[in-house]
């Protein structure tokens, strides 16, 4: 699932690239354990740019 997650998170597999093509195939995120470990990575980057884009809180 969090692989899953990873490729729906990518701008790139949502249809931000050259071809304005979707790549969400399960058939494609799962075919092997390459592309399910590009998932998690995919995901991982995600998690590392939301969080240093989030402001921070500061006490009173």
């Not at 998170?9 to 092997?32: A, C, F, I, T, V």
């Amino acid at each position: 699932m969090a692989a899953i997650d990873g490729y729906v998170k990518s701008p790139w597999h949502q249809g931000q690239n050259p071809d304005r093509k979707k790549y969400l195939g399960l058939e494609l995120m799962l075919r092997d354990t390459a592309h399910i470990e590009a998932g998690l990575d995919l995901l991982m980057q995600h998690q590392a740019i939301t969080t240093t884009q989030q402001p921070e809180l500061r006490s009173l």
